[in-house]
């Protein structure tokens, strides 16, 4: 469901990759994968419709969730999507915090090797 939500995102259906996601989420499923992928579709959705306000919450909440568990490469998935966003609503300051979090991942990244 979750990969036809993102085909419907890329032909610009908004409303039924809306629905779709609205249902997705009624399933109420505790897992962590799915919870995550339901995120980061809403936010590209949000995204796509150049909501970027609701799209760097989504991102957030996805970001929060990958730290809980540790999941690095979820964690700069949405950094960078943050960014982005928030490059795209011209607030540069909030765009370098993020990406100085992502120093902060590479150094300890490479400090485990």
Same mark, same amino acid.
Request: glycine residues 0%.
């Given at each position: &469901? ?5 085909? @419907?995102?890329?032909?610009? *259906? !908004? $409303? $039924?990759? %809306? *629905? ?6 009624? &399933?109420? /499923? ?8 339901? @995120? ?5 959705? !949000? *995204?796509?419709?150049?909501?970027? =306000? ?10 929060? &969730?990958?730290?809980?568990?540790? /999941? ?28 100085? *979090? &992502?120093?902060?991942? =590479?150094? %300890?990244?490479?400090? =485990?090797?």
């Amino acid at each position: &469901l979750i990969e036809l939500c993102d085909s @419907l995102i890329k032909k610009r *259906k !908004f $409303t $039924t990759a %809306f *629905k779709l996601i609205s249902y997705i989420e009624s &399933l109420d /499923d505790e897992s962590y994968k799915i919870k995550t992928e339901i @995120l980061l579709t809403g936010a590209k959705l !949000f *995204k796509a419709q150049s909501d970027y =306000e609701n799209a760097i919450l989504a991102y957030e909440e996805c970001y929060y &969730l990958a730290n809980l568990n540790e /999941d690095y490469r979820l964690k700069i998935k949405c950094i960078v999507s943050i960014s982005s966003c928030c490059l795209e609503l011209s607030d540069l300051h909030k765009a370098i915090v993020y990406y100085h *979090k &992502l120093i902060d991942i =590479e150094s %300890f990244l490479l400090s =485990e090797i």
